[in-house]
């Protein structure tokens, strides 16, 4: 799916005693406007595994295009949450007029 990356960002550390190791890219998404409430686009959060992946991308500039494969997973307790598989750039993104 082709789709404007805005940006990310990594963490890798300890919180409590919990070790974290992750990238979050931030999209471009459509708001849902069938109720009227709504209009336009928002940024949305998707994790993209650990930092590794930040550091593959840290050199990129943003926003930019690329083709993001995602996938629905279930966390276990009844949720969902959508995940980044693969980030393949096509272009850099063009400035808003």
Known sequence: ???TVLGMKKF???VEGV???STTVFVRMKQDESKGTA???AGQDLKFGDSSNYDKL???SFPLEADIELETITTG???MK???TDFKIIAAAKPAA
Do not use: V
């Open 12 to 14: 890798k550390g300890d």
């Open 82 to 84: 959508t995940i980044i």
């Open 58 to 60: 840290s050199h990129l």
């Open 39 to 41: 209009k336009g686009y």
């Open 1 to 3: 799916m082709k789709m």
């Open 77 to 79: 307790k009844g949720g």
């Open 19 to 21: 070790n974290y190791d």
